[in-house]
């Protein structure tokens, strides 16, 4: 699958953009709403004018058009036609490319039941579920077989739990197909799990481009840390391995349960929103329990960043603004704090 | 849903027919002064019948029929074919858009004097008086249903290789029907309405012709029977083309 190059893009908002995205890798393009994520997916695809070179396998094509690009695009709010069936949306770009109906036949029924929407087949988009969209629009993205694939933050309007099914599914599908695929989005979670490489972007320019753990424990600016939620990053000393898939981590003066698959950890960054706070014990199955005391207080709306202090570790919490004022927490009031597993990244030596 | 169904029909039929009845009752008892000037429903009725036996009514129908039949459907697909091409081309959209604007808002009745002197009185005059009522107000539907089709989808269409003809073919015209019909349903009764009045100002034959001779002979049965047509016959071909619309997109809306 070919090699995605753009060089010194200039539009509307990118101002001399370079970026590469490599054969058969997953690509995450985040970054803040307006930074200019969808106008470069757009580049890529030929939607919109832009000035500079985009290359695929080292072949300039600028001058095809969207419909000669071998793109497939995933769009935010699915963009399936209202007025076609499931079978037939998914047979449109076959159609459009003037195939045999047979052949057409054939790669609709593939692929409802790769995508298990079957018994979908003769419903109108109307009539689906926002995941039984989602799966129509994958389908009809894949049918003709594209190179390359781009989504738009394609799973911003579902249930958490539909999203993250789905986002498993285009990872595992997007590495057996072998596609060069970029992926756009502002969501932290999803950008770590998702991202083989991570490029931030910010006013229509490149900030940082690396692996997740790289950006995550190295960011080269406060933007790019504070896009991923200013982590809380701690050196590790020593850990000790427990059973599950789980270690004991001691952090200077803490002591917290992580991920751990047996090699050697050099730091690890707990994100401010999965630190939970009370002014009681929390009775939890979660395994870090911590008690500290209230540091600072800082309102950065729609969330307040609370700074406590736990031993001798500063650790930020991020609390939305209305779930805080229920808290009646203070500055010096002692509090107990729990951070799930799922919120801890680990970085190996 | 079906439980409800002979709820609404008889809300449909209770209000006309006791219309009917206080029309007939008013009549009768000649609660109005003049009863030559009212007559009963029933006596319309009758009416009715004597004209479509007599050979007045059928011919002068199908006269009108005919012209609206000829003028809307001539008018409304020039109105579509254009509407489509300035919705979806912006050169067709500048350079029809200022002539547009500067004809639409002249009432198509005020074309008349115009057309007898450039088409004469004939059978050509009443179809192009309806021609042009049709043509502006289902070019301007047309024109914003294209208008209306979301940009993504024929961005999605043009991504899965689609060509521009392909995508007004199969996106755009489809999802523009909605507003093609709106405009053709208003504009089915509005046909009616101009073919009458053309009829009764210029032509000597149709409807309006016939309301203007039962004018001069003081027959108010006559006019109230071609008033019933002509209701009915705006009615009856609004319902047609509900009844397409739903065809058409019902399934999808």
């Known amino acids: 699958m070919p090699v995605i190059s753009l060089s010194s893009i200039t539009n509307h908002i990118c101002c001399g ?3 590469q995205v490599h054969d058969g890798e997953l690509l995450v393009l985040a970054g803040a709403t307006g930074a200019g994520k969808t106008t470069l997916l ?8 832009y000035g500079g070179i985009v290359r695929f396998d080292g072949t300039s094509v600028d001058s095809l058009s969207p419909s000669k690009r071998n793109v497939g695009y995933l769009f935010q709010d699915f963009a399936l036609f209202p007025h076609l069936t499931v079978t037939e949306n998914i047979a449109f770009g076959l159609q459009a490319r003037g195939l045999d109906k047979k052949i057409i036949a054939q790669r609709v029924s593939e692929l409802l039941v790769l995508f298990k929407i079957g018994p979908l087949n003769n419903r109108y988009p109307k009539s689906l579920s926002g995941g039984e969209k989602q799966r ?5 993205t894949l049918a003709p077989h594209p190179e390359i694939l781009l989504l738009d933050e394609p799973f911003s309007s579902l249930d958490q739990r539909t999203a993250k099914f789905l986002r498993l599914e285009i990872k595992s599908l997007q590495q057996k197909l072998g596609l060069t695929a970029v992926y756009v989005t502002h969501n932290q979670m999803e950008a770590f799990e ?3 490489r991570l490029a931030v972007i910010r006013n229509g320019q490149i900030e940082q481009i690396g692996t997740p753990v790289e950006i995550l424990f190295n960011p080269i600016t406060s933007a790019v ?13 020593s850990i000790e391995a427990l059973d599950f898939g789980l270690g004991k981590a001691n952090c200077g003066s803490l002591s917290l349960i992580i991920p751990y698959d047996g090699k050697a950890v050099d730091k690890i960054a707990v994100f401010p929103s999965g630190v939970r706070l009370s002014r009681h014990p929390i009775e939890t199955p979660m395994p870090n329990r911590l008690q500290g005391i209230v540091l600072d207080v ?9 700074d406590i202090q736990v031993n001798n570790e500063k650790i930020t919490a991020e609390i939305p603004s209305q779930l805080w004022e229920k808290t009646y927490i203070k500055i010096s009031d002692p509090v107990y704090a729990t951070i799930s597993l799922k919120w801890i990244r680990v970085l190996t030596k | 849903m079906n439980e409800h169904q002979p709820i609404h029909f008889i809300w449909g039929i209770v209000p006309v027919f006791v219309m009917l009845l206080l029309w007939e009752t008013t009549a009768r008892l000649q609660w109005i002064p003049g009863g030559i000037f009212f007559p009963p429903f029933t006596t319309v009725m009758a009416e009715v019948g004597d004209m479509l036996f007599g050979g007045v009514l059928i011919p002068n129908f199908m006269c009108s029929l005919g012209r609206v039949v000829a003028g809307f459907i001539s008018g409304s697909l020039c109105g579509i074919s254009i509407g489509i091409l300035m919705g979806w081309n912006e050169r067709a959209n500048r350079w029809f858009s200022p002539i547009i604007s500067l004809l639409y808002p002249i009432p198509a009745l005020g074309w008349l004097p115009v057309l007898m002197l450039w088409i004469g009185i004939n ?3 009443p179809i192009a008086i309806i021609f042009i009522c049709s043509f502006f107000p289902v070019l301007y539907n047309s024109l914003t249903g294209v208008r209306q089709v979301k940009p993504e989808l024929i ?5 899965l290789g689609a060509s521009d003809l392909f995508i007004l073919q199969r996106v755009v015209i489809p999802l523009a029907l909605p507003n093609i019909f709106t405009g053709l349903k208003l504009q089915s009764g509005m046909a009616w309405k101009v073919v009458v009045a053309s009829e009764m100002v210029a032509i000597p034959t149709g409807i309006g012709a016939l309301m203007m001779r039962a004018e001069s002979l003081v027959r108010l049965d006559i006019i109230l029977v071609c008033l019933m047509i002509l209701s009915v016959m705006c009615l009856l071909f609004e319902k047609f083309f509900t009844f397409l619309e739903f065809k058409t997109t019902g399934k999808w809306r």
């Open chain 1, 42 to 49: 757009n580049v890529i695809a030929g939607l919109t004018s």
């Open chain 1, 136 to 140: 129509t629009a994958l389908a009809r």
């Open chain 1, 17 to 19: 953009t370079d970026l």
């Open chain 1, 225 to 237: 840390s504070e896009l991923f939620g200013a982590p809380n990053i701690f050196q590790c000393n």
């Open chain 1, 194 to 196: 998702m991202g083989d």
């Open chain 2, 123 to 125: 059978e050509m005059l």
């Open chain 1, 298 to 306: 800082r309102l950065k709306t729609p969330v307040v960043l609370v």
């Open chain 2, 155 to 159: 961005n999605a269409a043009r991504i």
